[in-house]
């Protein structure tokens, strides 16, 4: 079966689509939607799909409309962005890095963005709203270090892959440094934050996020031509044509931005950056970054991880970054087994 096809413009332009590719994104979209819609309607007060659709289409009542458009809805909405965020940045940076570990959770951005919050927490004793801010400050901070110390007449993927494990090291004996000096309270308060929950979340943090991708994600699949050719190494990249650096650059920009402002909104969700963009390569059996599947599959793994979470253990009773944390460390472990059997580690 052929899974590419050539598809001609009405201008004259030859375009390869990936028909299997294609597939999955579509067959990972309605999954996303279906588990949202599930999500939505489960809770101390279910209900049933139907009525969600409905509701959603402004047909419902007045108690099942504000059950939905208020309290559920934006729950849903920011677990889909933070986890197509979270899956297009980590399929960014494993690209760059051309490394399958080289995600945010390895590189110590989600470290750094906690340390952001755990200062304000700490320190301060600062509004939600500051916890927020801090977060995003403390992970583009991060950012910006791993690769201005991982620069050597260009960032080379293990080279970045290590600076991140050295600065993420740092990162986190510092977050256990402000734990140990916080008091009970705020102590607490920056436990529950560092597990990455979805509880409590509401259309402030909708918006930021929504208007980030409305930006970003263009930008990164109009360079997704140059990322692929990229992964052929820098030197037939340059022969082809591509500003190595300069896209390199743009595109660990927009990485850094989408994983901070997720981890911000949501807490450092663990292991969806990691996990995401190999299980889209796996279904799309396709080579190069698979941007657009990773963000679909981001999308589908968190908002299914906490209908989990709610189903099994009720809504709030477990963050669904616990879920997250225990699926991707299987993961993690089964990818490093598969990774030295294959003779790559």
Not at 123 to 129: D, I, K, N, Q, V
Not at 265 to 270: E, H, L, M, N, T
């Given at each position: 079966?052929?899974?590419?096809?050539?598809?001609?413009?009405?201008?004259?332009?030859?375009?390869?689509?990936?028909?299997?590719a294609?597939?999955?994104?579509?067959?990972?979209?309605a999954?996303?939607l279906?588990?949202?819609?599930v999500?939505?309607?489960t809770?101390?007060f279910?209900i049933?799909?139907?009525?969600?659709?409905r509701?959603?289409?402004?047909d419902g009542d007045?108690g099942?409309?504000?059950?939905?458009?208020?309290?559920?809805?934006?729950?849903?909405?920011?677990?889909?962005?933070?986890?197509a965020?979270?899956?297009?940045?980590?399929a960014?940076?494993?690209?760059?890095?051309r490394n399958?570990?080289?995600?945010?959770?390895i590189l110590?951005?989600?470290?750094?963005?906690?340390?952001?919050?755990?200062v304000?927490i700490v320190?301060?004793?600062?509004?939600?709203?500051l916890?927020?801010?801090?977060?995003?400050?403390?992970?583009?901070?991060?950012g910006?270090?791993?690769?201005?110390?991982?620069w050597?007449?260009?960032?080379?993927?293990?080279?970045?892959?290590?600076?991140?494990?050295?600065?993420?090291?740092i990162?986190?004996a510092?977050?256990g440094?402000?734990?140990?000096?916080?008091?009970?309270?705020?102590?607490?308060r920056?436990v529950v934050?560092?597990t990455?929950s979805?509880?409590g979340?509401?259309?402030d943090?909708?918006w930021p996020?929504?208007?980030?991708?409305?930006?970003l994600v263009?930008?990164v699949?109009?360079?997704?031509?140059?990322?692929?050719m990229?992964?052929?190494?820098?030197?037939?990249?340059?022969a082809?044509?591509v500003r190595?650096e300069r896209?390199?650059?743009?595109?660990?920009?927009?990485?850094?931005?989408?994983?901070?402002t997720?981890?911000?909104?949501?807490?450092?969700?663990?292991?969806v950056?990691?996990?995401?963009?190999?299980?889209?390569?796996?279904l799309?059996?396709?080579?190069?970054p698979?941007l657009?599947p990773?963000?679909?599959?981001?999308?589908?793994?968190?908002?299914t991880?906490?209908?989990?979470?709610q189903?099994?253990?009720?809504?709030?009773?477990?963050p669904?970054?616990?879920?997250?944390?225990?699926?991707?460390?299987?993961?993690?472990?089964?990818?490093?087994?598969?990774?030295?059997?294959?003779?790559?580690?």
């Open positions: 079966m052929k899974t590419n096809r050539a598809v001609r413009t009405p201008g004259g332009l030859s375009v390869r689509l990936d028909v299997r294609l597939t999955v994104v579509l067959l990972l979209l999954a996303a279906a588990a949202s819609v999500l939505i309607g809770g101390d279910p049933p799909a139907g009525d969600v659709l509701t959603l289409a402004g007045a099942q409309e504000f059950i939905v458009n208020e309290l559920r809805l934006p729950r849903v909405l920011v677990g889909l962005l933070v986890g965020s979270l899956g297009l940045g980590g960014l940076f494993q690209a760059v890095s399958p570990l080289g995600s945010p959770d110590g951005l989600g470290q750094g963005a906690t340390a952001g919050a755990l304000v320190l301060f004793s600062g509004s939600a709203e916890v927020t801010v801090g977060a995003l400050v403390g992970g583009l901070a991060t910006i270090a791993i690769y201005l110390l991982a050597k007449r260009g960032v080379h993927g293990y080279r970045l892959v290590l600076v991140g494990i050295g600065v993420s090291a990162v986190t510092v977050n440094y402000l734990l140990t000096i916080s008091d009970i309270v705020d102590a607490a920056a934050w560092m990455g979805l509880s979340r509401d259309w943090q909708v996020l929504l208007m980030l991708c409305a930006v263009p930008l699949l109009a360079n997704a031509r140059e990322l692929r990229m992964e052929m190494g820098d030197e037939v990249s340059h082809l044509g190595v896209v390199r650059a743009l595109l660990m920009i927009a990485a850094v931005l989408l994983t901070a997720a981890t911000a909104a949501a807490g450092p969700v663990s292991f950056a990691l996990t995401a963009p190999q299980l889209a390569r796996r799309t059996r396709s080579p190069g698979n657009l990773s963000l679909c599959m981001g999308a589908a793994l968190l908002v991880a906490d209908w989990v979470s189903r099994v253990f009720g809504a709030d009773q477990l669904v970054g616990v879920v997250t944390g225990v699926l991707g460390g299987v993961y993690l472990l089964w990818l490093l087994v598969t990774e030295r059997k294959a003779g790559r580690i």
